[in-house]
Each structure stands twice: as structure tokens, then as C-alpha cells.
């Protein structure tokens, strides 16, 4: 079976029968195999799942030497090749969500299952888990004017990312749109002074999900240490992975001085105090 891309006026989806018969062309599964997953899929009702998910789920070792683990991560590299796509995989160290939470909705990405994960220039990189799936890609370079360029990820990334990416895109607007305008900001003095200033409340639900998120974020990507680091009009969050420093965002100066303080607060810490070096502990 060849994979050819159907014309773009016939929106289908991955079938789980044509993906186990491509695995099985290429040697991954034997005929049995295949079979035998297919009945089980049609057994638990699982066949309008995305055949990524199925077949991951099953566990399998490739037919062929060296019998790789059949995993979603390389069953979607291999599916890539077979849709003729470029393979992306979502690193979210790499990922400048300011930019690509402005592309389109949370609703718009979920709707459709698409990502977008890179803006540059006149081009815009959306990952997709549905190769047949592109009335939307017409629709949407109209709309922002640019080129779409399309790869093919890991359908398990793309759904967990909408979530994180955009909610935090949104939990940091609300917390910048809760402060004070910043524009008056002339130096790194005036943004230390304004950490006292009771606007911004470290309790605030928007915050407290930003900072929650950072612990999560950081506990899963091994992070050995956390920089929260200010600039005159914003601050940068870093993560120190293997010994080497990642941006991971660039944050409102507003949210920025709520994040501290509401880091200060969960470590016991004086949250007026700016001069001394604290110590302090997060249980």
C-alpha cells in the first residue's frame, strides 16, 4: 500500500487497518500480530482512537532485528516517513510560547488537534497527528498571512501541550492584566520597589497556577536549579538541566514580582526584604 497524500478536498483520518497494513509492509508487524490487535481494538471499541494510542498501547516489539520497542514516540517517527512528513518532536525548552499562543485560540488548536510550535519570518510550523486532515491549513494562512508549514508529532505531546501552552499563555495575561501598567518603569530600582506595593497578590489564582506549574514543569524536565532573573521590563525564567541554563519563558515584570513573592511566601521567607540573601524551604 502506498502512502500517497489524498487530495486536500477529501479530510480523512488515520485509520488504525492501514497503519498496521503499512507496519506489516515494512516488516514491524507480522500478519497475526496485526490481526490480532485489530480484533482487540474492535473488541473494546477502541477504533475511532488515533492509531498511535492503539498501537503504542499494546506493547509490541518490531517483527524485524532488533526488535525495537514499538512505543507512540516511534511509531510516530516511523509514521512520519510513511506520510512523507517531517518529524518534529515538542521540546518545550525550545518552544516561544508568546509567539505561538498568538497564532490562534486554544479552542481553534483542539478543535482541529493541530500545535502550533515555531513563528518565523513569513512561516508558521504547525504539528499535526492527522496527515489527511488539511481544510484548515487554507483557512488559517489566510487568516494570519503567512506560510503554514506542517510536521508530523507525537499525538500525545500535541494533546498534553494545547493544555499546558495556552494555559499558561492565558494564566500569565490574567496575572500581567491584574497589576499595574509597567510603562512607567524606568529602572531596575523602580521594579524592586514595586514588590511592596500590594497590587500584586501572591495568592492570586492566576499566580499561584503559574508557580504551581513551574514546580511541575521543573520536577519533570530534572531541573538542578531555578532562575527567576529580572530585567528592566521583564524577567526570564531559566532551568539548569545537565549543567546548562535553558530559557524556558520570558515573563511580565508584573508577574514576575508576584511569582517571587508568592515563592517567598511558600519558603517562610520575608517577602519586604530585597537586599539580604534568604534561605528558605518548600515542603
Not at 499595574?180 to 495568592?203: C, H, I, M, P, R
Request: proline residues 5%.
Amino acid at each position: 500500500m502506498a502512502a500517497v497524500t489524498p487530495a486536500r478536498t477529501g479530510d480523512r483520518k488515520l485509520q488504525l487497518r492501514e497503519v498496521l497494513d503499512w507496519m506489516v509492509e515494512d516488516g514491524l508487524l507480522d500478519t497475526a500480530s496485526a490481526n490480532k490487535l485489530l480484533q482487540d481494538a474492535r473488541s473494546a471499541l477502541r477504533q475511532t482512537r488515533h492509531p498511535v494510542l492503539t498501537i503504542g498501547e499494546a506493547r509490541l516489539r518490531a517483527a524485524k532485528p532488533p526488535h525495537t520497542p514499538i512505543t507512540p514516540q516511534y511509531l510516530t517517527e516511523w509514521l512520519a516517513g510513511r506520510v512523507k512528513m517531517p518529524f518534529y518532536h515538542i521540546d518545550p525548552l525550545k518552544i516561544n510560547l508568546n509567539a505561538i499562543t498568538q497564532v490562534m485560540s486554544s479552542d481553534y488548536a483542539q478543535k482541529r488537534g493541530i500545535l502550533p510550535v515555531e513563528v518565523s519570518g513569513r512561516e508558521v510550523t504547525i504539528a499535526v497527528s492527522e496527515p489527511f486532515m488539511t481544510s484548515w491549513e487554507t483557512d488559517l494562512a489566510g487568516m494570519l498571512r503567512l506560510n503554514i508549514k506542517r510536521v508530523f508529532s507525537n499525538p500525545i505531546d500535541i494533546e498534553r501541550y494545547q493544555g499546558e501552552f495556552f494555559n499558561l499563555a492565558r494564566s500569565m495575561k490574567k496575572a500581567e492584566a491584574s497589576g499595574v501598567a509597567t510603562s512607567g518603569l524606568s529602572n531596575f530600582e523602580q521594579l524592586v520597589e514595586l514588590g511592596s506595593n500590594k497590587t500584586y497578590d501572591a495568592n492570586d489564582a492566576h499566580i499561584v497556577k503559574v508557580v504551581d506549574w513551574l514546580w511541575s514543569y521543573a520536577f519533570e524536565q530534572r531541573a538542578s536549579d531555578i532562575h527567576i532573573e529580572p530585567r528592566r521590563d521583564f524577567g526570564i525564567v531559566r532551568f539548569r538541566i545537565d549543567g546548562v541554563l535553558h530559557q524556558v519563558y520570558q515573563v511580565p515584570a508584573v508577574v514576575m514580582i508576584a511569582m517571587t513573592a508568592r515563592i517567598k511566601l511558600l519558603g517562610r521567607m520575608d517577602v519586604i526584604e530585597k537586599r539580604r540573601p534568604q534561605d528558605g524551604r518548600v515542603k
